[in-house]
């Protein structure tokens, strides 16, 4: 296809660059807003085509130079070459956008937009690593842009400093396994003073193997897990290892995680996202408090320091139990409760248990809650007057959102972003809901 030079008026959920091309929409992969650029048509489907950028022609103001030498070629990160502050203004447009075009809904109020430090920041990353003979080697890094290729990385800018020194004696030391080829992934699990490398094993390591593995994780300071199977099989290399854990100081609370948990990504950011949902949320003390998709307790134990009681209803048992354990180290086990439930199938007696709550937070995964919001906008439902809903994905937030409003007779008071994955596409928000009487 030939060449053709398009203006970008526009920013995708991909956070590729938005033009058109003799009235269809063309997707430019690393073309920002306000740019004039050269690009070459890749793929071209009735409504749209897909681009790749061959020159800037009109450069944006806000354009960076990327810091990471890996950009362009690993998946990790689409935004580097975004100035911070226009990617935290570009996402806080993806969330108003997908309220508008999806739910017809604008907030009352835009929240200020929490963002923190834009580098070193993930605490969590799988890793994925293939023994590649024609590439020199093992390969340890994400996989490539909009590819299942390993990209070839020997640091990483967005993960903390110690372990992206720690890339390339990591490969040498999986160099040296004897399951080099059974061993797909790590996944990496930092917490307040220890660092968890699971190792994804299809094949039992030998004794040599966990010899190479004691040694490296003693030298470099880090601990090793195995994991066999399903992340509940996962167990410690070293009996010894200290358990991991990350704190939330406002609320006076420490929260142990096994390394195959889920956990945010970003520490400092999710303290601030804590305190943003407990400040929405107002727990009084003679409230009785819903938490739903609650995981590990995350927002279940700081609501609890405030409230009369909270619930929370988690559809995974094994993190339902480390709740509970949670709550129980943190002097908080009579003001809990958790039950596991599967949110995304409504029954009768789920039903039952959702009512009569004073408020409710809902934190669910990309795919929403439809079966919740559904319910709670039941006329017949006794429903909580007022909700904080953290979302991961803005279009399954304003789906649900409309349902809320239109049906429920609930009002969208605030709404705005949390910048979670800095240098990424992906929008983290929190959104409140009251219903009107």
């Avoid at 690393?30 to 450069?59: D, F, K």
Wanted: aromatic share 8%; glycine share 6%.
């Amino acid at each position: 296809m030939d060449s053709i030079e398009l203006d970008i008026d526009g920013f995708d959920h991909e956070a590729r660059g938005v033009g058109r091309n003799e009235g269809k929409v063309v997707f430019v992969e690393g073309a920002l807003i306000g740019e004039r650029v050269l690009a070459r048509p890749t793929r071209s489907r009735p409504s749209y085509e897909i681009a790749e950028m061959q020159r800037v022609i009109r450069p944006s103001v806000q354009r960076a130079v990327p810091r990471c030498a890996y950009f362009g070629v690993c998946g990790g990160c689409s935004m580097q070459h975004l100035e911070a502050r226009a990617q935290v203004a570009a996402k806080q447009r993806m969330l108003e956008d997908n309220l508008w075009h999806i739910a017809k809904l604008k907030a009352e109020l835009i929240l200020r937009p929490i963002h923190g430090p834009n580098w070193r920041y993930r605490y969590r990353a799988r890793l994925s690593v293939r023994h590649v003979a024609k590439k020199g080697g093992v390969l340890i890094g994400f996989h490539e842009r909009r590819s299942s290729f390993v990209a070839d990385m020997q640091s990483c800018e967005v993960l903390p400093l110690h372990v992206s020194a720690l890339l390339p004696a990591l490969r040498a030391l999986v160099a040296s396994l004897s399951i080099r080829d059974r061993l797909p992934q790590f996944e990496l699990a930092i917490g307040e003073s220890v660092t968890v490398l699971v190792a994804r094993v299809l094949e039992a390591p030998s004794p040599r193997d966990c010899e190479l593995l004691g040694d490296f994780a003693r030298r470099h300071g880090v601990s090793f897990w195995l994991q066999p199977k399903g992340p509940d099989s996962a167990f410690p290399l070293d009996s010894a290892d200290a358990d991991l854990k990350y704190e939330l100081p406002e609320f006076g609370l420490s929260m142990p995680f096994r390394p195959t948990d889920f956990t945010q990504v970003n520490h400092v950011i999710n303290r601030a996202l804590v305190r943003q949902a407990v400040r929405l949320l107002q727990p009084q003390k003679d409230e009785r408090i819903a938490d739903l998709f609650c995981g590990l307790g995350n927002f279940t134990l700081p609501l609890a320091t405030r409230a009369l009681a909270v619930v929370g209803f988690e559809g995974s048992a094994s993190l339902s139990e480390r709740a509970r354990q949670n709550a129980a180290c943190n002097a908080l086990a009579e003001r809990t409760r958790f039950v596991t439930v599967n949110l995304f199938e409504m029954t009768e007696a789920l039903r039952e248990s959702l009512s009569g709550f004073s408020k409710m937070l809902i934190d669910p995964p990309r795919e929403g809650a439809l079966a919740v919001v559904r319910t709670l906008s039941d006329a017949q439902f006794d429903a909580p007057r007022r909700i904080v809903y953290v979302s991961c994905n803005p279009s399954s937030l304003a789906r649900d959102a409309a349902i809320l409003v239109r049906e429920g007779h609930y009002v969208l008071r605030k709404a705005g972003i949390i910048n979670m994955f800095p240098h990424t596409s992906h929008v983290e928000s929190v959104a409140l809901f009251e219903r009107q009487d």
